[in-house]
């Protein structure tokens, strides 16, 4: 089972309106990542986040985007002015050892913009 | 350069038979060469990964073959069980750390049948 939550599961949207989407870990994590998939592709690398600070973004993660940890336990992405491409399943993932020094998952969120 | 290339899009196998995918990168900086297993609405679960100093890597069922030369990697899997039908995903990235994204591929949606 992933160490994280991710809320809401699902989240329709009207285009322009802002979206945010929520991680909570479970235990201590340092690295926590935003990545996601659009419907029946690949999954892609949003942006990366280390010590409150971002560390590495995608060219995808424009000005549109943004994420922080404002309470140092949720873990937010948030999206300003939504588009209909930014429909997709939003994926929060974590650093962690587990069964193996990795990426972990959280379940998603999946975001419809209309 | 940042690719990983995977193949093939969509396997159909028979319950008992050998399943095999493959992928191939050309970032020479990349070290670390997970598998993920997706379920319809879940999010991406590590399956097996390997580093370029072991040729091979076998847990259960799941095999990773690695060939540093031809920067190619596969994933076996054995006895393939109509619950191994999910989406799978090679991925990379430039070290085992926390700092480093990971570039996915894909995506190979395998299908076991009874």
């Known amino acids: 089972e992933p160490e994280v939550t991710q809320t809401p599961s699902h989240q329709v949207t009207q285009m322009g309106q802002e979206v945010i989407l929520r991680c909570v870990p479970i235990?201590?994590?340092?690295?926590f990542y935003w990545y996601r998939q659009i419907l029946g592709q690949k999954v892609e690398f949003l942006v990366s986040?280390?010590?409150?600070?971002?560390?590495?973004k995608s060219e995808i993660f424009d000005d549109q985007f943004s994420v922080e940890r404002p309470d140092g336990s949720n873990f937010t992405l948030k999206i300003r002015s939504t588009k209909l491409e930014d429909s997709a399943m939003y994926f929060c993932?974590?650093?962690?050892?587990?069964?193996?020094?990795?990426?972990?998952f959280g379940p998603g969120t999946r975001l419809l913009v209309l | 350069q940042q690719q990983v290339k995977q193949s093939p899009q969509s396997l159909i196998v028979q319950k008992g038979g050998i399943s095999i995918i493959n992928c191939a990168y050309e970032?020479?900086?990349?070290?670390?060469f997970p598998w993920y297993q997706q379920f319809p609405g879940k999010g991406p679960a590590l399956l097996i990964a390997?580093?370029?100093?072991?040729s091979e890597k076998k847990e259960g069922r799941f095999t990773i073959s690695f060939n540093k030369s031809a920067k190619q990697f596969s994933l076996h899997i054995m006895d393939s069980q109509p619950g191994d039908s999910a989406t799978y995903f090679c991925?990379?990235?430039?070290?085992?750390?926390?700092?480093?994204?990971?570039?996915f591929g894909k995506g190979t949606k395998l299908t076991v049948n009874p």
């Open positions: 993932a974590y650093w962690g050892s587990g069964d193996q020094e990795t990426q972990y």
């Open positions: 235990s201590n994590h340092l690295y």
């Open positions: 986040f280390y010590n409150n600070e971002i560390s590495e």
């Open positions: 970032n020479t900086a990349f070290d670390y």
């Open positions: 390997i580093r370029p100093d072991v």
């Open positions: 991925a990379a990235s430039r070290a085992q750390g926390g700092s480093e994204k990971l570039v």
